[in-house]
């Protein structure tokens, strides 16, 4: 790999025990429309086959760097300081690009020089990789620091491409910060950088029932301690956000817990981040659609068995056939 030109892009994909999906995560990276990148793989000292599926894919542009367990964030920076790329992008284990992203957002920052982080939008798939949902499909080229304070906009660690002098100035990921560390990550970019958009959905994010986004009680506790460190940094101008900031966070706990496997827990846990996201904004009330579904996906969460719910929500959907999917779901 040493004596290969240099590469423009360096992908880094973490990997722990990913045996079921890494194989076709990778084929998404080699597959790009762009074809002057590496691609590191960082055996996060897996337990299973990873290593054996990742080491048999045979591509000059793939190399394979293994370590003892350590989690992900330090997986990335692990991957950072061996590559050699002018931007970089990561993608997560059990994630999937579209053909086109890399070419996509190198062209976005090629065209906008003053920006360092280019982002698309994310399509969410089911465990077999079907579709399940649209993401939020936010839009901003420039100053992408308030709402990003507010709300991790790029929804996963997947998403974008970083110039590489921005990543060295602003330092690795926070594994302090876990599961958050992807939500800091882009404020520290947003803090000195432009972001600009690519207005298509070129991230397939995975919901995967053992993925750490399943975790409600462990993203809330991690998510806190960011916003918390988060607006000790933000300006006094900012404040007022805060409050904003955890009722959002609280509106999507809500709906993620009411996402993992169907459970009189995961009711109560849903209906515990219900109440919180309308402590913070009684304005969550007048968001009556979205708001009104999570009441009703609590309500039969916590009265019905599991086989029962999952019935009544088939019927319902093919109900509501015709009714577009809620972003937030």
Not at 184 to 202: C, E, G, I, S
């Amino acid at each position: 790999m040493t004596n290969n030109p240099t590469p423009l892009i360096s992908v880094i994909i973490p990997a722990y025990n990913a045996e079921k999906t890494i194989r076709e995560t990778i084929a998404s990276v080699l597959n790009q429309t762009f074809h002057n990148f590496e691609l590191i793989v960082v055996n996060d000292g897996s337990q299973d086959s990873t290593l054996d599926i990742v080491s048999n894919i045979k591509d000059p542009r793939l190399q394979v760097l293994s370590y003892k367990n350590a989690g992900v964030s330090i997986s990335r920076n692990r991957g950072i300081e061996k590559a050699r790329g002018e931007f970089i992008s990561f993608l997560d284990a059990d994630d999937l690009w579209t053909p086109d992203k890399l070419e996509a957002q190198l062209k976005a920052l090629q065209t906008n020089p003053q920006a360092a982080v280019a982002y698309s939008w994310v399509d969410y798939i089911h465990e077999d990789g079907t579709f399940f949902h649209p993401g939020h499909y936010v839009m901003i080229n420039g100053n992408a620091y308030e709402r990003i304070l507010v709300q991790s906009i790029l929804e996963n660690g997947s998403n974008p491409l970083i110039r590489r002098e921005a990543l060295t100035k602003v330092g690795g990921f926070n594994p302090s910060l876990t599961p958050a560390e992807d939500w800091d990550m882009w404020l520290r970019l947003a803090k000195h950088y432009d972001f600009v958009t690519v207005p298509y959905a070129q991230i397939l994010y995975r919901m995967s029932s053992n993925s750490a986004s399943t975790n409600i009680v462990k993203m809330e506790k991690g998510s806190l301690k960011f916003i918390e460190h988060a607006f000790n940094d933000a300006p006094e101008s900012l404040q007022h956000l805060k409050k904003n900031a955890l009722s959002t966070l609280y509106h999507y706990l809500t709906f993620k817990s009411l996402e993992s496997p169907s459970s009189r827990k995961n009711g109560i846990i849903a209906m515990r981040c219900f109440g919180n996201a309308i402590k913070n904004d009684l304005s969550t009330i007048w968001k009556w659609q979205p708001m009104s579904k999570a009441f009703f996906k609590i309500f039969t969460v916590l009265l019905l068995p599991p086989e029962q719910y999952k019935k009544l929500k088939t019927i319902v959907k093919k109900l509501v056939i015709k009714e577009p999917v809620n972003q937030l779901q």
